[in-house]
């Protein structure tokens, strides 16, 4: 029972660290402090932590087959999961904030990069 409890506190103490970038983006958008651009700013804030997370939920059976700790297979999912969350907040951010949802400019630009 205890084991069970510990795991659950460690789970929400990771699912809820790995949200305190989210809230420093918010709260540096609220106080005006994102420089110059902002929305290039958020965005490439939202694709690091997006790559970060996702690459600590990658690590996570490394981790386990080096040092033969569980725990980390425990996060896994969690972590994957988070990363899946800042990437569709970064892919919403471009779509709705940066393109202002003009699909065709979007495909204009993604056209033209690819050639």
Same mark, same amino acid.
């Given at each position: 029972m205890a084991r069970r409890l510990s795991e659950r506190l460690g789970k929400a103490t990771v699912g809820a660290l790995a949200l305190v970038p989210l809230a420093r983006l918010g709260w540096l958008f609220y106080k005006d402090a994102l420089g110059a651009n902002p929305i290039a700013e958020a965005l490439n804030q939202l694709g690091l932590w997006t790559l970060i997370i996702l690459l600590s939920s $990658?690590?996570? =059976?490394? *981790?386990? *087959? $080096? =040092?033969?700790?569980?725990?980390?297979l425990r996060l896994r999912r969690l972590l994957g999961l988070e990363a899946f969350f800042y990437a569709c907040c970064n892919f919403s951010m471009y779509i709705a904030v940066d393109q202002s949802f003009d699909f065709g400019e979007i495909w204009k630009t993604s056209s033209s990069a690819s050639s």
């Open positions: $990658l690590a996570c =059976t490394p *981790i386990k *087959i $080096l =040092t033969g700790w569980k725990y980390p």
